[in-house]
């Protein structure tokens, strides 16, 4: 009886050092994964912030370039109606001494 009851409280403490090593192990897992996962999402993060950056960075050039385009097109328009004010001076001289 002496045998059998020192297995028995073997048996029992096994068990429950299983347990415990199990739960201690689990925790420990969940942690990690937790570690990691907020790391990728900080890194996530990260890079939605770069992209956002860009993309500002893109729509400011293009409004300046479309500010750079209105003026050259309003320099092309200038220069039109000066290059036909000039030819009609030009017309009137040539009528004037031929």
């Known amino acids: 009886m002496e045998v059998t009851g020192i297995a028995a409280v073997i048996s029992v403490a096994a068990a429950i ?8 192990g689990r925790s420990r ?7 990691a996962e907020a790391s990728k999402d900080a890194v996530l993060r990260a890079d939605m912030e770069y992209i956002k950056r860009g993309v500002d960075d893109v729509r ?20 039109e109606e000066s290059a036909k004010q000039a030819l009609q001076r030009l017309d009137r001289l040539d009528g004037q001494g031929g």
């Open 17 to 24: 050092s299983g347990i415990v090593l199990g739960w201690s």
């Open 29 to 35: 897992m969940l942690r990690e994964d937790t570690a």
């Open 60 to 79: 400011l050039e293009q409004r300046a370039q479309g500010q750079r385009f209105d003026a050259l097109a309003e320099r092309v328009t200038r220069v």
